[in-house]
C-alpha cells in the first residue's frame, strides 16, 4: 500500500505504527459526495416525472443534465485513488459478482444509460428541432442524440412520455442502490466500529438527497442571477420544504447512530469517545453538527413555518442550502477520515491533515469538484437548461399545442 497512502500528521495516545497510514483520504471523501449529489438531484427530477410534483417543472429537465455532469466525473476520485486506473476496466472483463467493490461498476454503468436514456427521450422533440436548425457537425450530433427519428407526432409524443415515465421510475430504486451500496461498503466493514453499523447506507442516502437538492437550489438561482432571469420561487419553497424533511431525517439518524453507541457503551466506545472528543471535536462537533446542522435546521424550520417575503426566500434559500452542502461534506470528511483515524490499539489516535500539492491533495480535489460544473457548461450548449430556451417549446406555444 506504499504510495497510496497519506501519512498522518500526528498522533494521541498509544497508535501502532502501521495505523500512521490514512489509506482512504480526500478522493474517497470526494467519491460518496458526488455519487450523492448525483442520487440527490435525479430525485428532484422523479418528484416531477414520476409523483407529478408539478412546482418542480422548472427544473426537472436541469436535474437531470445536473445529474449526468457529475455523473460522468464520479469515477474520477477512485481512478485518481488507484495506484493503476487501466485496472478498473478488469471488473468488466473479469466479472465478479461477490466483489462489493467491483458491483459499484455494474452500478454505476446500468444507471449511466437509464439516465442517458431518460435525458435523450425528454429531450427528443427539443433535439428534432435543433437539428432542422443546425447545420454541419452539431447537426450530425443532434441526428445522433435524437435517435435518428425526427415523428413529433402525438403518437409518438405519447409513447415517448410512458418510455420516460418506465426510465423515471426505474431510475429512482438505481438512484437509491447507487448511494445506498455506497454506505454500504463503509457499514460492512466490521473491523472498525465507527464505519460497521447497518444505519449506514440510510445514513448515506439520506445525505445523498440533502446534497442533491441543495445542490439543484444552489446551481438553479446562480445560473437565473447570471442570466438575470426571475426566479420560480413557488418551485424554489417547495425544493425547501423537500430539503427540511430529507435534513430531518439524515441528522435525526446521524445523532441516533452515535447516541446508539454511547447508550450500548460495548468495549469499543471508550476508543469512540477518545476520537469525537479529541481529533474529530473541530469537524464533527463544532462544524458538522453546531454551525451547519443546528443553524440550518433552525433556518429550514423558520422558512416552512412562517410564510416570509420572496426577497427573504431569495437570500435564505441558496445560503442554508450551501451550509448543507457543506454539512455533507464534513459529514463524508468525519466517517471516511475519522474512521481511519482510531488505531487499532483504540488507546490512541493519529492526526491527518491533507496536503494542497500531493496526489489526493486539497488541489486535485479542488478540480474534480469544478469539473463537473464545466461539463455542465458543455451540455447546456446541447440540451436547453429552461422552458424559455426551448425552440420546440417555443414553437409549440406560438401554433398553440
Not at 1 to 11: D, I, P, Q, R, S
Not at 257 to 276: I, K, V
Not at 316 to 337: D, G, K, T
Not at 362 to 376: K, Y
Amino acid at each position: 500500500m506504499h504510495g497510496l497512502a497519506e501519512t498522518a500528521t500526528g498522533a494521541i495516545g498509544y497508535a501502532f505504527p502501521n495505523d500512521l497510514h490514512v489509506h482512504w483520504s480526500l478522493m474517497i471523501v470526494l467519491y460518496p459526495y458526488i455519487t450523492g449529489i448525483v442520487a440527490g438531484a435525479f430525485i428532484v427530477s422523479s418528484l416531477y416525472h414520476v409523483f407529478h410534483v408539478k412546482a418542480l417543472k422548472p427544473i426537472a429537465r436541469f436535474s437531470l443534465v445536473f445529474a449526468l455532469a457529475f455523473l460522468a466525473c464520479a469515477t474520477l476520485p477512485l481512478l485518481n485513488h488507484l495506484g493503476h486506473p487501466e485496472r478498473a476496466f478488469n471488473m468488466m472483463l473479469t466479472p465478479s459478482p461477490t466483489s462489493a467493490m467491483a458491483g459499484f461498476g455494474y452500478i454505476y454503468s446500468a444507471y449511466a444509460i437509464v439516465l442517458i436514456l431518460e435525458i435523450l427521450f425528454i429531450y427528443r422533440p427539443t433535439l428534432v428541432v435543433l437539428k432542422d436548425q443546425a447545420t454541419g457537425f452539431m447537426r450530425t450530433v443532434y441526428n445522433v442524440l435524437s435517435i435518428g427519428s425526427d415523428n413529433l407526432s402525438s403518437r409518438s409524443l405519447h409513447l415517448d412520455h410512458k418510455i420516460i415515465s418506465f426510465l423515471a421510475g426505474l431510475g429512482i430504486p438505481m438512484a437509491c442502490v447507487l448511494h445506498g451500496y455506497v454506505g454500504f461498503i463503509f457499514g460492512g466493514v466490521k473491523a472498525n466500529p465507527m464505519w460497521a453499523t447497518p444505519l449506514m447506507p440510510v445514513i448515506f442516502l439520506l445525505s445523498a438527497c440533502v446534497s442533491g437538492i441543495a445542490g439543484i437550489i444552489v446551481a438553479y438561482m446562480f445560473i437565473m442571477k447570471i442570466k438575470g432571469r426571475p426566479v420560480d420561487l413557488e418551485c424554489i419553497r417547495t425544493c425547501i420544504k423537500y430539503l427540511w424533511g430529507f435534513f430531518i431525517l439524515d441528522f435525526t439518524f446521524e445523532m441516533l447512530e452515535l447516541f446508539s453507541h454511547a447508550y450500548m457503551a460495548t468495549h469499543h466506545w471508550h476508543a469512540l469517545h477518545e476520537l469525537y472528543w479529541g481529533p474529530l471535536y473541530i469537524s464533527f462537533w463544532v462544524l458538522q453538527v453546531g454551525i451547519f446542522s443546528v443553524i440550518p435546521f433552525f433556518i429550514l424550520t423558520f422558512m416552512n413555518l412562517f410564510r416570509i417575503g420572496d426577497g427573504l426566500v431569495k437570500f435564505l434559500a441558496p445560503v442554508v442550502s450551501l451550509m448543507i452542502l457543506f454539512q455533507v461534506l464534513l459529514m463524508r470528511w468525519n466517517v471516511v477520515i475519522g474512521g481511519q483515524l482510531m488505531s487499532k490499539s483504540e488507546r490512541g489516535s493519529v492526526i491527518f491533515q491533507p496536503q494542497w500539492l500531493e496526489k489526493e491533495g486539497i488541489l486535485p480535489a479542488i478540480i474534480i469538484m469544478v469539473l463537473p460544473l464545466v461539463i455542465l457548461y458543455i451540455l447546456s450548449k446541447v440540451f436547453p437548461f429552461w422552458q424559455e430556451d426551448d425552440p420546440y417549446v417555443s414553437g409549440s406555444a406560438a401554433s398553440g399545442e
